[in-house]
């Protein structure tokens, strides 16, 4: 079965993912800018609302946007967040680390890997950023992380198809290789039936208005020409078109013994 990972970044598109059935969530905020760490009451919320559904909750542990060569402050600062997640029951942890040569940093990671414990630890799209994938695959692997997020290195999982499809194939069942970055409704079933990723990431988003009915002008919280009165939020209706459009896809066993 392929699992449909929906990345939320509010307590709203966790309800909607859930309802939406997703199979995982993953927490943060920022998506704007990759995504960031999120607040610990957002974290409290989301997996108490996950626990109830079912669904495990994954949370992304990163200080800041920008690169993944994080300095020992930042380092201190992501394995204290990572203590605080594991505290409150999280399933797994988001996170990645990066030499600034674009190596995975594998000291750091083991630093990570320790702090997590049982948590399941998902390297994300820091990946997509290292200067050789294959070899950065298998360091992932020795260090014991559950899937890897990425793109296939390239600026969309759909331009990324080629090398998707290598890492699925060398990566077997080490470790499960997760799509994502720009997965939608209108290519996730090209993109698993091309690569046969196991796993995939969407936002599954659409816009909301503002409740606000009283709107000051010329003030503006966001960055210059953004949208002050709507934001995006998770779909329930398209976290389910995913999902049934994963479904629908032949597995090897029904390829080879269709239904007759």
Same mark, same amino acid.
Do not use: F, H, W
């Given at each position: 079965m392929k699992i449909l990972e929906i990345c939320c970044g509010d307590i709203e598109s966790v309800e909607a993912a859930i309802k939406g059935g997703a199979d995982r969530i993953e927490l943060c905020t920022a998506l704007e800018v990759g995504g960031l760490t999120p607040s610990m009451g957002l974290v409290k919320a989301a997996i108490d609302m996950g626990r109830r559904a079912g669904v495990p909750v994954n949370v992304l542990i990163r200080p800041r946007q920008g690169d993944f060569a994080y300095t020992p402050r930042e380092l201190a600062i992501i394995l204290n967040d990572i203590q605080e997640c594991v505290v409150e029951g999280v399933n797994g942890i988001v996170a990645g680390v990066l030499t600034p040569r674009g190596d995975v940093d594998l000291k750091s990671m083991a630093s990570i890997m320790r702090e997590a414990g049982a948590a399941e630890i998902t390297f994300h799209r820091a990946f997509?950023?290292?200067?050789?994938?294959?070899? @950065?695959?298998?360091? &992932?692997?020795?260090?014991?992380?559950?899937? +890897?997020?990425?793109s296939g290195c390239a600026s969309s999982a759909v331009a990324g198809i080629p090398m998707l499809k290598r890492l699925?194939?060398? @990566?077997?069942?080490? &470790?499960?290789?997760?799509?994502?970055?720009? +997965?939608?409704?209108?290519n996730v079933h090209r993109i698993v039936s091309f690569t046969d990723v196991p796993e995939v990431h969407a936002s599954a988003r659409s816009p909301k208005e503002s409740a606000m009915q009283y709107r000051r002008q010329?003030?503006?919280?966001?960055?210059?020409?953004?949208?002050?009165?709507?934001?995006l939020v998770t779909d329930a209706c398209i976290v389910a078109a995913l999902k049934e459009s994963i479904n629908s896809i032949p597995t090897p066993e029904t390829k080879t013994n269709p239904i007759k």
């Open positions: 997509d950023m290292c200067r050789d994938p294959e070899v @950065a695959l298998e360091q &992932i692997i020795d260090l014991g992380c559950r899937r +890897v997020l990425t699925t194939k060398r @990566a077997g069942d080490r &470790i499960a290789i997760m799509a994502g970055s720009g +997965v939608n409704i209108e010329g003030i503006s919280m966001s960055a210059p020409g953004a949208e002050e009165y709507s934001r």
